[in-house]
């Protein structure tokens, strides 16, 4: 368990906009800074980062909280790992109590891959530098491929020993425990219970996350032999999917930002060799296709994405199809094919970064433009591959959301195809018609009721402003009232009627000690409230949002956060003015109180309307009917009172 002490310096340090700024693009708007969802996929950016209340929220999720809450729905680390990765970003050195061992097995399982992926990674790369196998064959292959000392470092490049046993022996010798080895894919185990080393006489690559921690490995044979597989990769493990990293993103991810695009390759080798030319907004897939998770990895940095092929890879055509299925996720998506013989590490050790980038500019390409280009001339002669060619491109097409786009590209292709142009793009609509009903049926919220959506259309198109407007006036939402008071002015102090040195916070929780709170999570907050002001502290935002209990964080930025902000200009453009609930805060807290209380009264009032027509003596009906005329009169109270206090 990580003391409070480096838990408080953690918060201090955190800056939350040079945090998440880390993963997503963010743009100023007045006090705050916007931009594109990271949870989901959206045009118009709805999530906003306040660094004056140091909290995020996303409005279109609904997430919300803490630079530590961002990694761990994010990158889905615990809450020790998000203090931690923080605490490195930051300099600080984590001091650790020791926690019951049973409540921190999963957190531990997976530090512990973490940190056995760190050692391999440390021994590779030693391995590389300081032995004489390692520099004769590892190093040597580097160095012949132009790769500088800095990459070698910066990447963390190493070299596996050519011998059965060297890494996993050592490991077990330093402490690290067999299971580890295994399931992190560094060792194998064989049938007799003995293991050995996964890779060996190989050049390694280390993985990193989004965040920077070795994850996996990817490893080269140097040997000619036709038998050894050229590349040993990990196997997925509890902290590697293969599907959900891009090679090289950790090291690219602030240029793709900076460039605002990115360049995907296909292998480690080009990464490097790119990045090493100054070009840093490089990420490689490694030899697979784009899965939807390195989509919006991407996504989160750029939506301009420069695809560089081999010039002799095989099945470009086909590729593009499935490429074209970026359009969905509102990506700008341009390609380029180096000169036979060459991929983007040989051209750009060939010409240099000045002429790699020149090619590139020069060179880059749409979808549907790089399409026609591997066209022959003999698939539009014969009118059955002429078909497929103009499917493929309708398909590529229709998968843009834009009807500009689709309609400039429409006429280009018609006109290279020598085909009718409404004819195709009839065909274009008909799969964009498809493709919306597809997902419209896949989305669609099915209601309990099925009548209810044909008999009661207008209703149900305004279902949640119904809603919403019912929820105004529930206790529940006046217990949220309460908490957000308490957080925006809990640590005020006082001014009316003459009280003194009273902060605002005790005296709401103070005036409150007769109500029962029924929503679970306001009642957590008010019952933390009241037990820290006994204990002589007041809490302030800053507690609730680093809170360990999600909920009470979720609550929390919900009633910090606000999707809208006021033009600073507002008043001098309009001449409209807004209501302040500052201006009269006696009128604000003490309304807030007494309408909770009213609502709290009605419904007991309700309890003993019920309780009435169901008592069966004279007693029983007298005793309940003085209790409600005593109820009444409280309520009648209570109106009057906030009667003269919104009046004054």
């Not at 709805?46 to 919300?64: C, E, L, W």
């Not at 512990?112 to 292959?141: D, M, N, P, Q, W």
């Not at 003999?378 to 002429?386: A, E, R, S």
């Not at 102090?493 to 040195?501: L, S, Y």
């Amino acid at each position: 368990m990580i003391q409070k002490s480096t838990i408080d310096r953690i918060m201090e340090a955190t800056d939350i906009v040079e945090v998440i700024g880390e993963f997503v693009q963010l743009k100023k708007r007045g006090a705050n800074y916007v931009g594109l969802s990271p949870f989901a996929n959206e045009r118009t950016p709805s999530f906003t980062v306040s660094p004056a209340k140091g909290i995020f929220k996303d409005f279109s999720t609904g997430k919300g909280g803490s630079a530590v809450t961002f990694l761990m729905e994010l990158e889905k680390f615990s809450y020790p790992e998000a203090l931690k990765w923080l605490a490195k970003k930051y300099g600080i050195e984590v001091e650790e109590t020791v926690e019951a061992p049973e409540n921190r097995e999963e957190e531990l399982r997976r530090e512990s891959l973490l940190i056995v992926s760190a050692f391999a990674a440390k021994f590779f790369h030693e391995t590389l530098l300081e032995t004489e196998e390692g520099r004769s064959i590892g190093l040597s292959y580097f160095k012949e491929r132009g790769f500088s000392t800095e990459i070698i470092k910066k990447f963390e490049l190493g070299y596996s020993p050519d011998q059965w046993e060297a890494f996993t022996e050592t490991a077990i010798n330093m402490g690290y425990q067999p299971q580890f080895l295994e399931e992190s894919g560094l060792s194998v185990r064989r049938e007799n219970g003995s293991m050995y080393d996964r890779y060996r006489g190989r050049v390694m690559f280390p993985i990193h996350s989004s965040t920077g921690r070795i994850i996996a490995f990817g490893g080269r044979t140097l040997k000619k032999d036709k038998n050894v597989p050229k590349y040993v990769n990990s196997p997925e493990s509890e902290i590697y999917h293969k599907s959900d990293v891009l090679y090289g993103f950790y090291f690219a991810k602030k240029s793709i930002r900076e460039q605002d695009n990115c360049y995907l390759v296909e292998g480690y080798a080009d990464v490097l060799s790119v990045f090493q030319a100054g070009i840093e907004n490089v990420v490689a897939s490694s030899g697979t296709s784009l899965t939807t998770e390195q989509i919006k990895l991407i996504g989160r940095q750029t939506k301009n994405i420069t695809i560089l092929y081999d010039g002799d890879s095989a099945g470009i055509k086909a590729a593009i199809r499935g490429l074209s299925l970026l359009y969905k996720e509102r990506f700008n998506v341009k390609i380029v094919s180096f000169p036979d013989g060459h991929d983007p590490d040989s051209y750009v050790r060939n010409q240099g970064s000045a002429g790699f980038k020149y090619y590139i500019e020069n060179k880059a390409k749409s979808l549907v433009e790089f399409y026609l280009t591997t066209v022959d001339k003999g698939d539009l002669i014969d009118p059955v591959k002429k078909i497929k060619v103009a499917d493929d491109l309708a398909e590529i097409l229709s998968n843009n959301l834009e009807p500009e786009f689709r309609k400039d590209y429409i006429k280009q292709v018609a006109e290279n195809l020598k085909i009718g142009e409404a004819g195709f793009l009839n065909a274009v609509n008909k799969l964009v018609l498809a493709k919306h009903n597809k997902a419209f049926e896949q989305n669609r919220p099915v209601l309990p009721n099925p009548d209810f959506e044909s008999d009661n259309s207008d209703i149900e198109e305004h279902r949640d402003e119904i809603i919403s407007t019912d929820l105004l006036y529930s206790d529940q939402s006046q217990e949220k009232e309460i908490v957000r008071l308490l957080l925006h002015y809990g640590s005020r102090m006082i001014d009316w009627d003459g009280i003194a040195n009273t902060y605002i916070g005790p005296f709401i929780i103070a005036e409150l000690s007769d109500v029962t709170f029924d929503h679970p999570v306001c009642k957590q907050i008010t019952e933390i409230y009241r037990r820290e002001v006994e204990n002589g502290v007041l809490p302030d935002e800053a507690y609730f949002i680093h809170h360990k209990d999600k909920a009470i964080v979720d609550l929390t930025i919900n009633m910090l956060a606000s999707k809208y902000s006021l033009s600073e200009n507002w008043y001098e453009m309009h001449r409209i003015t807004v209501y302040d609930e500052q201006v009269n805060m006696k009128a604000t807290i003490l309304g807030a109180i007494f309408h909770l209380k009213k609502h709290k009264v009605g419904k007991m009032l309700e309890d003993l309307r019920t309780q009435l027509q169901k008592a069966d003596t004279e007693a029983d009906q007298e005793i309940l009917l003085n209790q409600y005329m005593r109820m009444k009169k409280v309520e009648k109270s209570i109106s009057d009172f906030l009667g003269s206090v919104i009046i004054k």
